[in-house]
């Protein structure tokens, strides 16, 4: 299980440097967004066909419309827009606050409880957003800044996502069914948004790098999260949970190696007090839905 937890922090990190060639290529928000939420359906909903199809009731509507809003079309925005200012790998960086970003919240919403240690790991993270952002060189532009906080409203919403996805709970949906309606209905939402903001991407041309990227961080994504379900389904929810480790970890390493980026002691010091507040604020062992396993079985 291990070799296949790496294998997974590997390919959801490679996303981010492929993003970051999407938007240096003039790529934009909602069109990223719409193609690489038609690649996840593509991949999906042929599967979904093959099982009965997709569930359709009241609450499996607003389900899609949260788990789009509040998971891709709102975080995503977030990201790509960010990522047209930030290193790569400082974009990577910021997607481990997720995981202390969303022990506030559930505390508040009375999902999970707080403690001494992971009180300490909220602590060692904010520490570590200090490290990024104030005068130092761990970014290489202090105008960089700003497009930090920008990234940032990302991580509040995928903390969202999941805790109001374990707080309500999924209306019977199996995690793939509850994806595969997600994107359908990314796809509906961002399609006019980009026409209308003047971003789409049409695929009607000769296709560059950025093109090619856009279409690999949709695959990425796609496989990647629906790794992570069979992996929770497999070995339990605390073991996948350190993904996050990888996923930052990998994200880093891709951009070094694929975009050529190098990063200061600031930055790395930053990185290991971020790993620390991740440690600290792990989630309790809790027993895995069995949809998780059987949707991926």
Do not use: C
Not at 173 to 185: I, K, N, R, W, Y
């Amino acid at each position: 299980m291990f070799g296949a937890l790496v294998l997974l922090g590997a390919g959801w990190g490679l996303g981010v440097p492929f993003n970051k060639i999407a938007v240096t290529a003039g790529h934009r928000d909602f069109g990223i967004i719409f193609w690489q939420a038609m690649v996840a359906a593509g991949l999906l909903l042929p599967w979904m066909l093959t099982r009965g199809g997709l569930p359709l009731h009241r609450r499996a509507l607003a389900l899609y419309a949260f788990v789009a809003v509040a998971g891709t079309l709102v975080p995503n925005f977030a990201s790509f827009s960010a990522q047209r200012y930030l290193p790569s790998g400082v974009s990577a960086l910021v997607l481990s606050f997720i995981p202390m970003v969303a022990l506030p919240i559930a505390v508040l919403m009375r999902t999970d409880h707080a403690s001494p240690g992971r009180l300490l790991g909220l602590v060692a993270g904010a520490v570590g957003v200090a490290l990024i952002v104030l005068p130092g060189d761990a970014l290489p532009d202090r105008s960089m800044v700003p497009w930090v906080l920008v990234a940032l409203i990302g991580t509040v919403f995928y903390a969202i996502e999941g805790n109001g996805i374990a707080r309500f709970g999924t209306a019977g949906l199996s995690p793939v069914q509850l994806v595969a309606g997600a994107v359908l209905l990314t796809a509906l939402v961002a399609g006019p948004l980009a026409l209308a903001r003047g971003v789409f991407i049409s695929p009607l041309r000769v296709w560059g790098q950025g093109d090619w990227a856009v279409l690999a961080g949709g695959v990425l994504n796609v496989g990647s999260y629906v790794g992570y379900l069979w992996l929770v389904g497999r070995a339990g929810a605390v073991f996948a949970a350190q993904v996050s480790y990888l996923v930052t970890g990998f994200g880093v390493f891709w951009s070094m190696v694929l975009l050529g980026e190098r990063f200061s002691p600031w930055f790395w010091a930053a990185g290991a007090v971020i790993f620390l507040g991740l440690a600290l604020v792990q989630p309790r062992p809790a027993p895995v839905p069995g949809a998780a396993g059987e949707a991926l079985r």
